[in-house]
């Protein structure tokens, strides 16, 4: 069950918009029907409602604009954000926005700009053992490094903040065991004015949106960042920590968080 204290509910009001990390929040293990014991249709279901109540779901991803196109031709889906923030697609890519930020002038130079940086290196050298890109992923991205490791988050940006001040590194997440890790996490590695948030915003202005018709759903500090775009923030992992007002934690044990999520949205006349 899913409540939100009333000073909360005062910000909102219809949905317009929802978005929404795609791993780990409406797809668990990168199946849309995978429920932690078996398979279910309930997210299903829920994505169902939101296109039938004309909700424009966007998904904002680490995964490339190409791999996201695929996915939203598939959902009905029209927009969504690519890259952690780098790329904001308008109607399955008719309109592209990039977010480089730093003066480049393509997606591989900015990668290439992050690599020179020398920051992947002194990562490796920092946590040995702890840390490696994200094979084969990080190969096939053209804009930034990807890594995947066990870190601890707060000292991993700290050394990156102190040593590279002009990129971050994003944690965006658990993602499934992975050769010498068993619980880890994905890390991008991007400059310090790219991320969701920062996408949200640019969004935002593009389209005139008003954050009392704004939802966002996920499942990483990444994801949070972006709560206070939005009226409501729907945060489906209990360690992350939030200290923001408007984030909701919701129980997503089963894989089945987002189609609450809708449900409470459908029951409560703001779809």
């Known amino acids: 069950m899913i409540t939100i204290p009333r000073r909360i509910l005062n910000n909102l009001e219809k949905v317009q918009v929802i978005y929404t990390d795609v791993d780990g929040t409406f797809v668990t293990d990168g199946c849309l029907f995978r429920h932690h014991d078996g398979y279910t249709l309930n997210n299903a279901h829920a994505i169902y409602t939101l296109l039938t109540e004309e909700v424009d779901v966007v998904m904002i991803s680490g995964r490339e604009k190409e791999k996201l196109k695929e996915t939203a031709r598939i959902l009905g889906f029209n927009n969504y954000i690519a890259n952690l923030g780098i790329e904001i697609v308008y109607n399955q890519g008719e309109k592209v926005i990039t977010n480089f930020g730093v003066e480049v002038p393509d997606q591989n130079s900015l990668k290439k700009w992050i690599e020179q940086s020398g920051v992947v290196n002194a990562l490796f050298k920092k946590y040995p053992g702890k840390v490696a890109y994200y094979q084969p992923w990080s190969e096939i991205l053209r804009t930034h490094p990807l890594l995947i490791g066990e870190l601890d988050n707060a000292d991993v940006q700290k050394f990156v903040a102190g040593n590279f001040p002009a990129l971050r590194i994003i944690d965006n997440g658990r993602v499934a065991p992975h050769e010498q890790f068993e619980r880890p996490h994905a890390y991008h590695i991007v400059p310090v004015k790219v991320?969701?948030?920062?996408?949200?915003?640019?969004?935002?202005?593009?389209?005139?949106?008003?954050?009392?018709?704004?939802?966002?759903?996920?499942?990483?500090?990444?994801?949070?960042?972006?709560?206070?775009?939005?009226?409501?923030?729907?945060?489906?992992?209990?360690?992350?920590?939030?200290?923001?007002?408007?984030?909701?934690?919701?129980?997503?044990?089963?894989?089945?968080?987002?189609?609450?999520?809708?449900?409470?949205?459908?029951?409560?006349?703001?779809?």
């Open 195 to 271: 991320g969701k948030r920062a996408a949200v915003k640019i969004d935002r202005a593009e389209r005139g949106l008003q954050s009392q018709n704004l939802i966002g759903i996920g499942d990483s500090m990444e994801d949070v960042s972006l709560a206070d775009q939005v009226a409501v923030f729907f945060l489906l992992d209990e360690t992350v920590p939030a200290k923001l007002d408007n984030v909701i934690l919701v129980n997503n044990s089963d894989g089945e968080g987002f189609s609450r999520i809708v449900n409470f949205l459908k029951q409560n006349d703001y779809l």
